[in-house]
C-alpha cells in the first residue's frame, strides 16, 4: 500500500474486504444534472488507482442505465472491485418524487437477473434492498435473498434505509453485510437505533449522501437557484428556499476546522463520518458520489484527516440545527418508521 492508497475495512463478519471510502456511482446516470460519460469513466479508473474497490450503483439509476454504465469497468477489473447493486425502488421518469416500492419474491427475481445482465456479472458481490415495502414480511424478503446466494447469484446481502428492529429481524434469516443509510455531518437520525443494531449484529454501516448530496461542501446553497432544472435536489426541502439559507449558515464551523487541517470543507465532512467508525464501533464505508477524477483524489485524502475532540465538539450541534427532512416523503425512510 502506498501513502496515497486508502485503508481497507470489512464488509460485516464474512463480507468481503473493501476500501474504507467506497464511490457512490449514481450521479453518472442520474439525478445531479447534465452528465459527462468519459470524465465518468476516468472518475472510476482514478478510484481505483486510489484503492477504491466498493462501487454502489442500482437497478432505479436511470432505470437500468447506471448498471449499464458500469459494465465496462467492471468487466475489466472483475477481480479488484466489488459492485453493489439494489433492487426494490422504481422512480416513474415522468414523476421523480414518486417511489413504487416492492419486495415479493416475482419482483426480486426479475429484478436480479435484470441487473446480471445489465452489469455483465455472473453474480452480484453485495445485493441491496433498496426500500422496504411494509406489506411484506421482512423476513420473506430476506428469505428470498439468502435464496438467491444459495444459487450462486448474488454473495453477500444488504439492507437500504431500514431501522434497527428490522435489522434484527433480517439478521435472523440470514447474515447482512451491510446496511446503507443516509449518514452525514446533516442527517444522524439512523445513530438512535440502526447503528447500534449494526453493530451489535457485525453489520457495517455504508453510508451514503456523507456530503450532504454536495451541500456540505459549498458547491451549492440554493437548488432552485443554483442547480439545473432536472437536478434531484430541487425536490428535497432542506435544499431550497428559507431552509437553504438556514442551512448554509450552518457550515461556518466547517469551514473553520477546514482551515485548521488545510483542507476543504467536504474533506471535513468526509473525515467526521470516517471517524463515526470509532465513536459507534462498527466498520464504516462512506460512499461519496462524483464524477470527476480530482474529486475522487479530494475524497480519498479525507481519509488522512484526523479530527480532534475539541474539532468533533465543534461539529456536534450541526444536524440538530437543520431546517428540513432529507427527502419530502420520509416514510419510506428508516427514520420515518422507527
Known sequence: MTDSTIPTARLGDGGPEVGVQGLGCMGMSFAYGPTDADASRATLERALELGVTLYDTADAYGAGENERFLAPFVKAHRDEVVIATKFALSIPPDDPTKRIIRNDEPYIR?????????????????????????????????AVMADLVREGKVKHLGLS??????????????????????????????EAGVVPAARELGAALVAYSPLGRGFLTGSFADAERDLTAGDFRRQQP????????????????????????????????????????????????????TRKPTRVEENTGATRIVLTQDELSLLEPIAGKVAGDRYADMTFTSAGRE
Not at 436480479?112 to 411484506?136: K, Q, T
Not at 435472523?172 to 437520525?189: G, K, M, N, T, Y
Open 110 to 142: 426479475q429484478a436480479v437477473e435484470a441487473s446480471l445482465r445489465r452489469l455483465d456479472v455472473d453474480v452480484i458481490d453485495l445485493y441491496y434492498m433498496h426500500r422496504r415495502d411494509v406489506n411484506v414480511p421482512i423476513e420473506e424478503t430476506v
Open 238 to 289: 432542506r435544499f431550497t428556499g428559507d431552509n437553504a439559507a438556514a442551512n448554509a449558515a450552518l457550515l461556518a464551523p466547517v469551514r473553520t476546522v477546514a482551515e485548521a487541517h488545510g483542507a476543504t470543507p467536504g474533506q471535513i465532512a468526509l473525515a467526521w463520518a470516517q471517524q463515526r467508525a470509532q465513536v459507534h464501533g462498527l466498520p464504516v464505508i462512506p460512499i461519496p458520489g
Open 161 to 190: 434505509e431500514v431501522t434497527g428492529g428490522e435489522l434484527r429481524a433480517a439478521q435472523a434469516v440470514h447474515p447482512i453485510a451491510a446496511v446503507q443509510s443516509e449518514w452525514s455531518l446533516f442527517s444522524r437520525d439512523i
